[in-house]
């Protein structure tokens, strides 16, 4: 138990919908990252929240925002939904310092778009 | 652009047998590399990392090498387990742009008793 936790583990919707992730930091940890990976592909980078603000930001779609609430979870939202959105979406943290530190991911969300 | 490649999907090995993964990357600004292990329906599990100025990291019976002339790293397994059996995920690390990883496509390990 890396102590990420995300919700829901699973997620079926149709195209056009809006969903909203969610991701719970370990405890401590101010830095949130989240990555998508689709069928047969790498975890891509999306984007990473350090204590509430936008640090980095990956090839995210407009469709897609995310943001760092004051207890630091984070929400991942992804509106107007294509079935190419289908795809796991794990959120990870670490404390963001300098040095190495690696990031702790959570057990994703599977998303399905029907 | 694929600024870091594992160019096998797949590896399988007998049980006891040396298990080599490979990774090449192309970005000299990379200044960690991560190795993590993903089992199905699960998060990827952090393994084993090296600084750019290392050439070796080990721990128990995982080693990684960094070859930073030839950009390329791997991480033997020795022995293998039948419980090593995971898909294997190489990632670098650019402090500059926020300390975000960089992921291979993954090799995923069989290890056969």
Not at chain 1, 90 to 110: I, K, M
Not at chain 2, 83 to 97: E, I, K, L, P, T
Request: net charge neutral; charged share 20%; glycine share 8%.
């Amino acid at each position: 138990d890396s102590g990420v936790t995300q919700t829901p583990k699973h997620l079926i919707t149709a195209t056009g919908q809006r969903v909203t992730l969610r991701c719970s930091p370990r405890s401590g940890d101010l830095s949130v990252y989240w990555y998508q990976q689709s069928l047969d592909q790498g975890l891509q980078f999306l984007i990473q929240y350090y204590n509430g603000e936008e640090r980095a930001k990956g090839n995210i779609l407009e469709r897609f925002s995310a943001q760092q609430f004051p207890d630091l979870h984070s929400e991942l939202n992804l509106s107007s939904l294509e079935l190419g959105d289908s795809a796991l979406y794990f959120c990870a943290s670490n404390n963001g310092g300098q040095g190495l530190n690696e990031q702790f991911f959570g057990p994703g969300t599977r998303l399905t778009v029907l | 652009d694929q600024q870091v490649k594992q160019n096998s999907p797949s590896l399988s090995v007998q049980e006891g047998r040396i298990s080599i993964l490979n990774c090449d990357y192309t970005n000299s600004m990379f200044d960690y590399f991560l190795w993590y292990k993903k089992y199905p329906a699960e998060g990827p599990t952090f393994l084993i990392s090296i600084s750019s100025i290392k050439d070796k990291n080990e721990d128990g019976r995982f080693t990684v090498f960094l070859n930073k002339s030839a950009k390329h790293l791997s991480l033997h397994i020795v022995p293998s387990q039948p419980g090593d059996s995971a898909v294997y995920f190489c990632a670098a690390r650019d402090y500059n742009q926020g300390g975000k990883l960089i992921f291979g496509q993954g090799t995923e390990l069989s290890v056969k008793p």
